[in-house]
Structures are given as structure tokens and as C-alpha cells.
């Protein structure tokens, strides 16, 4: 069974920096393209963020460019997010994903993601 497991949202003021986690489990971590998507208040699913099977290449939306960087231990089947300089606009629940950037063009579309975890950035 995938299990993906967020962690390390929470409230922070703007201009500073959360770091997420995401450990996997039941699948062949070190196999699959991974994402984060975000779900803002009243909004659908965004694309966030992928990262390719060994994380030699990375990909952003244009908004968390500069700001975002994705990570990924194949050793310890972990996805990682690290966010900075936060803006109130980044106000989501976090998800990781087993997908890749077909998710930029079809974030509703059918894969796993986890439970996520709410990132709050206040102004």
C-alpha cells in the first residue's frame, strides 16, 4: 500500500521559511518522479514543484521559483520541500506526490498524495 506522510507545516510570519517532509513507504521510492501540490483556501489543486527519479532535475511553478527547493533521499525514501521566503499567497495545504509534471497541466488528475500539511504565512 503507498503511504506518504507530510510533516513540518505550520504558521509562519512572511519572509520566513518552513521546511517539509515527506516519507514514503510501499512503493519503489527510488523509481518514480515525485511533487508537491498545494490546495489554497477556496482554490483547486496546484502544482507546485518535481523532481526527477535521481533528482539530477528539478521543476518549479513560476510563483516559488528562487524561493522553493525540492530534495529527495533515495537512501531514506524521503521527499523534502524546503520554503523560503514565504509569502501570504503560499497559504496551502501541502501535498506530496507520487507523480511527475504531467501534474502541472492535470493537478486533479488520479495518483497518490498524502494527508498534507497546512502551511499558514501571515502578513
Known amino acids: 500500500e503507498v503511504q506518504l506522510v507530510e510533516s513540518g507545516g505550520g504558521l509562519v510570519q512572511s519572509g520566513g521559511s518552513l521546511r517539509l517532509s515527506c516519507a514514503a513507504s510501499g512503493f519503489t521510492f527510488e523509481n518514480y518522479d515525485m511533487s508537491w501540490v498545494r490546495q489554497a483556501p477556496g482554490k483547486g489543486l496546484e502544482w507546485v514543484s518535481t523532481?526527477?527519479?535521481?533528482?539530477?532535475?528539478?521543476y518549479y511553478t513560476n510563483s516559488v521559483k528562487g524561493r522553493f527547493t525540492i530534495s529527495r533521499d533515495n537512501a531514506e525514501d524521503t521527499l523534502t520541500l524546503q520554503l523560503n521566503n514565504l509569502k501570504t499567497d503560499d497559504t496551502a495545504v501541502y501535498y506530496c506526490?507520487?507523480?511527475?509534471?504531467?501534474?502541472?497541466?492535470?493537478?486533479?488528475?488520479?495518483?497518490?498524495r498524502g494527508q498534507g500539511t497546512q502551511v499558514t504565512v501571515s502578513s
Open positions: 523532481i526527477d527519479r535521481t533528482g539530477a532535475n528539478r
Open positions: 506526490a507520487k507523480t511527475g509534471t504531467i501534474t502541472r497541466y492535470y493537478p486533479d488528475g488520479n495518483y497518490y
